[in-house]
C-alpha cells in the first residue's frame, strides 16, 4: 500500500539524453511536489502542483517541465540532460492548500546519474 | 523571508548516548514546525511536529518543543540506538503548501 511512489529508483543515462520519472499518490491529496537533493542531502523544492496547476516554479533551468495529467499523478521530464542534474529526485504530496499544517509525505526518491 | 537553521553534522554518539540537533526559524507569521528523518537509501519521513508554540511533539523516544520566544525546535532523545542512524531534518510551514527544509545533519550512532 505504498503512499507516494516513482519510477524509476535508478536511472542511469548519458549527458544530452532526456528521460522522464514518473510519480503517483494514492493518499487523495490535492498537492504534488518535486524536489532535488543533492549530494550533501540538501533538499531543494523544484516545483509543486495543486489540482493540477502550477503554484511553485523555483529557478529551476527550463529543461526541466513537470507535468500532472491528474492530481495523483506529477511527472518530472529533464530535456538535454548534464552531469549536474545527478542528485537524487523526490516526489512528495500533502492535502489541501492555504493551512500551515500540511504534511508532506514523500515517495522513496529516484537516483539519477548522467555521465 | 522564512528559514531554517539546524546545526550542521555529522555528529557521532555511542549508543545509550543523549541526542540533541539544535534548529532554529525565521518566519514572518506563525508556522507549523516539523522534524524529517531520511534513513539511508530512503525518502523523508515525518518524524514528529508541532504547529503552535508551547507544542511539544513527539515520536519514537524524540521529542521537540515549539519554541517562539527563541525561535528555535530542538530534537532530543533521551537514549539513542544504533537503528536511529539517519539524516534528520528541520523544517517549517507557515503560508500555502511551501516548506522550507534545513541542511539536514547526519547522525551516526555506534555500538
Known amino acids: 500500500d505504498t503512499a507516494v511512489s516513482q519510477t524509476p529508483k535508478y536511472l542511469v543515462t548519458q549527458m544530452g539524453n532526456d528521460k522522464s520519472i514518473k510519480c503517483e499518490q494514492n493518499l487523495g491529496h490535492d498537492t504534488m511536489y518535486w524536489y532535488k537533493q543533492d549530494s550533501k542531502k540538501f533538499l531543494k523544492i523544484m516545483f509543486s502542483?495543486?489540482?493540477?496547476?502550477?503554484?511553485i516554479n523555483e529557478t529551476v533551468p527550463n529543461r526541466f517541465s513537470p507535468k500532472s495529467p491528474d492530481k495523483a499523478h506529477l511527472n518530472l521530464h529533464i530535456n538535454s540532460l548534464e552531469l549536474g542534474d545527478s542528485a537524487v529526485y523526490f516526489c512528495a504530496s500533502s492535502q489541501d492548500r492555504g493551512t500551515s499544517r500540511d504534511t508532506q509525505y514523500f515517495g522513496p526518491g529516484t537516483r539519477l546519474t548522467v555521465l | 523571508g522564512n528559514s531554517v537553521t539546524q546545526m550542521e553534522g555529522p555528529v557521532t554518539l555511542s549508543e545509550e548516548a543523549f541526542l540533541t540537533i539544535n534548529c532554529t526559524y525565521t518566519a514572518t507569521g506563525y508556522p507549523s514546525l516539523f522534524w524529517y528523518v531520511q534513513y539511508p537509501g530512503e525518502g523523508l519521513q515525518l518524524l514528529l511536529k508541532?504547529?503552535?508554540?508551547?507544542d511539544k511533539g513527539s515520536n519514537k523516544g524524540f521529542e521537540a518543543t515549539y519554541r517562539k520566544e527563541t525561535t528555535s525546535f530542538h530534537l532530543e532523545k533521551g537514549s539513542v540506538q544504533v537503528s536511529d542512524s539517519a539524516v534528520y531534518f528541520c523544517?517549517?510551514?507557515?503560508?500555502?503548501?511551501?516548506?522550507?527544509f534545513g541542511t539536514g545533519t547526519s547522525l551516526t550512532v555506534i555500538p
Open positions: 502542483y495543486n489540482n493540477k496547476e502550477l503554484i
Open positions: 508541532a504547529t503552535k508554540a508551547d
Open positions: 523544517a517549517l510551514s507557515e503560508s500555502g503548501n511551501q516548506f522550507y
